[in-house]
């Protein structure tokens, strides 16, 4: 029933395939099969519950499946429900601090278990963490302490390691959209799609949607009218389907949605409906507690007004973004907005901080 009500949400039909989900659980807790019981919640809250309910509910839910597989000796589900619990803290919009504290020490967990494809992913993510914390010489590339993708990308690719792969990609995606590199975000997006089954059905997946659309509507203008038409239609498919889920799961998506309507409007010259629409998306973040997409809305919609020369209003906005980043613990990325905009941000000692 698990395994059928994720692939009814895979397909669209959210609130059959929720239901499904929500009967397996009901029958987990009725029947002694031990063995499947940590599996089949894995499987409803990792694919299924995330479609209906706030994405900061499965975090307790990862943790109690985690101790429900060891009880049965279930290492392998014992890892990778604590890999999700990292991964999802991240989507959710934890701080970083913390969910880099947890991360190191649940790899030392997966690693004891010996789970090595696991490993790999919990690696990914907790290389990316620590990238937006300032713990990497090029915040862009996910090589320190946790990952080096230059020695894993090979090994992934040998293996046909589709999640890895996916992993790197977008999490590759993510940190160069936000430190504007924008064509290689958008090439790393067309390297993600190709490898997109790996997270299917994972909070991962609209994540890709998201930044993959950010990313193509970054170069927007820097290509010629054919390449133009191309990256809306696909950018436009991917709005289609966070519509959807944010019809289903409003409080994790429809401030995505919002802002990715708000960066169409941008280059559509919609001028009076990005305004509306960036505000929605902020507000819709700080209502749900997604402290780092809040920042992000306020950032872009800085650099909205930036560009129409209301440079009072953009300083607003930037300086809200600055403040949620630092609360959001992501270092990096508050130099890169000291260095890029120094006449927005507030100075501060950060970049000082992180050269030495």
């Known amino acids: 029933?698990?395994?059928?009500?994720?692939?009814?949400?895979?397909?669209?039909?959210?609130?059959?395939?929720?239901?499904?989900?929500?009967?397996?659980?009901?029958?987990?807790?009725?029947?002694?099969?031990?063995?499947?019981?940590?599996?089949?919640?894995?499987?409803?809250?990792?694919?299924?519950?995330?479609?209906?309910?706030?994405?900061?509910?499965?975090?307790?839910?990862?943790?109690?499946?985690?101790?429900?597989?060891?009880?049965?000796?279930?290492?392998?589900?014992?890892?990778?429900?604590?890999?999700?619990?990292?991964?999802?803290?991240?989507?959710?919009?934890v701080p970083l601090g913390e969910t880099e504290s947890e991360m190191l020490g649940y790899r030392k967990t997966i690693q004891q278990f010996k789970q090595e494809t696991v490993?790999?992913?919990?690696?990914?993510?907790?290389?990316?963490?620590?990238?937006?914390?300032?713990?990497?010489?090029?915040?862009?590339?996910?090589?320190?302490?946790?990952?080096?993708?230059?020695?894993m990308l090979p090994k992934h690719l040998e293996e046909h390691d589709e999640t890895a792969l996916v992993d790197l990609y977008l999490h590759k995606v993510i940190l160069c959209f936000l430190f504007e590199d924008y064509p290689k975000a958008a090439a790393y997006a067309q390297d993600s799609e190709q490898h997109i089954m790996g997270i299917s059905g994972t909070a991962g997946y609209p994540l890709h949607h998201f930044f993959a659309s950010l990313a193509k509507l970054g170069i927007f203008p820097t290509v010629n009218p054919a390449e133009k038409k191309r990256l809306l239609k696909q950018v436009q498919q991917s709005q289609k389907k966070l519509k959807h889920w944010a019809r289903h799961a409003p409080m994790n998506y429809q401030h995505k949605c919002d802002l990715l309507?708000?960066?169409l409007a941008r280059i559509s010259e919609e001028t009076p409906a990005a305004m509306f629409l960036y505000t929605q998306a902020i507000?819709?973040?700080?209502?749900?507690?997604?402290?780092?997409?809040?920042?992000?809305?306020?950032?872009?919609?800085?650099?909205?007004?930036?560009?129409?020369?209301?440079?009072?209003?953009?300083k607003v906005y930037m300086r809200e973004g600055y403040y949620l980043c630092q609360s959001w613990g992501a270092l990096a990325f508050i130099k890169h907005l000291e260095l890029r905009y120094p006449h927005l941000v507030p100075q501060s000692r950060i970049s000082a901080e992180l050269t030495q």
Not at 125 to 135: D, K
Not at 292 to 303: F, P
């Open 1 to 93: 029933f698990a395994g059928y009500g994720l692939l009814l949400c895979a397909k669209g039909d959210i609130e059959q395939g929720y239901r499904y989900g929500e009967l397996a659980l009901v029958l987990k807790e009725r029947t002694n099969a031990k063995a499947y019981k940590a599996r089949t919640w894995f499987v409803v809250e990792s694919m299924i519950r995330h479609w209906k309910r706030p994405i900061r509910e499965s975090l307790p839910a990862f943790l109690a499946i985690y101790h429900e597989a060891l009880e049965t000796g279930d290492v392998e589900f014992a890892a990778l429900a604590i890999e999700l619990y990292c991964e999802y803290s991240f989507i959710a919009g």
């Open 119 to 151: 490993l790999n992913f919990n690696a990914i993510h907790h290389q990316s963490v620590l990238n937006l914390m300032g713990h990497a010489k090029d915040p862009c590339r996910l090589i320190g302490e946790a990952y080096d993708e230059e020695k």
């Open 261 to 263: 309507a708000a960066e």
């Open 283 to 314: 507000q819709g973040a700080k209502d749900q507690g997604f402290l780092h997409e809040e920042a992000l809305a306020n950032i872009l919609a800085a650099k909205f007004y930036h560009t129409l020369g209301q440079e009072a209003i953009a």
